[in-house]
Nanobody, 125 residues
Framework: QVQLVESGGGLVLPGGSLRISCAAS????????MAWFRQAPGKEREFVTA????????YYADSVKGRFTISRDNAKNTVYLQMNSLKPEDTAVYYC??????????????????WGQGTQVTVSS
C-alpha cells in the first residue's frame, strides 16, 4: 500500500513561481514512475508531466513545456513540480500519481495505481 501526499500549493501571481511536492510513503517498493495531473474547475483532469522511475526520462504536456519542470529525489521518495511563469489557466488542483507495473502509458490516468489527494494551485492577481 502506497500513500501519496501533495503539498506546496497556494496562491501565486501571474508570472510567478511555485514548487509543489509529492511525498510517497508506505510500501513503495523502490521508485515508481510518477506523474502530475491537474483538474481545473469544470474541466477534465489532464496530464501535466511525468517522470520515469530512474529520473532520466521526462514528459510534458505542450501547455507547460518550457515552464514546468518535474524532478524527483528517490532517496526522499519525493517528486517535485517546479512551476514557473504561471498563468491563470494553470489554476487547478494538482494531483500526484504513481505507476507500478511493467507497462507505462505516461499520459493516461488509467496507467496509475495510486493518487494523492491533490493540492490547490491558484494563479490570480
Amino acid at each position: 500500500q502506497v500513500q501519496l501526499v501533495e503539498s506546496g500549493g497556494g496562491l501565486v501571481l501571474p508570472g510567478g513561481s511555485l514548487r509543489i511536492s509529492c511525498a510517497a510513503s508506505g510500501r513503495t517498493f523502490g521508485s515508481p514512475n510518477m506523474a502530475w495531473f491537474r483538474q481545473a474547475p469544470g474541466k477534465e483532469r489532464e496530464f501535466v508531466t511525468a517522470i520515469a522511475r530512474s529520473g532520466f526520462s521526462t514528459y510534458y504536456a505542450d501547455s507547460v513545456k518550457g515552464r514546468f519542470t518535474i524532478s524527483r529525489d528517490n532517496a526522499k521518495n519525493t517528486v517535485y513540480l517546479q512551476m514557473n511563469s504561471l498563468k491563470p489557466e494553470d489554476t487547478a488542483v494538482y494531483y500526484c500519481a504513481a505507476h507500478f507495473g511493467s507497462y507505462w502509458d505516461y499520459k493516461m490516468e488509467s496507467s496509475y495505481n495510486y493518487w494523492g489527494q491533490g493540492t490547490q494551485v491558484t494563479v490570480s492577481s
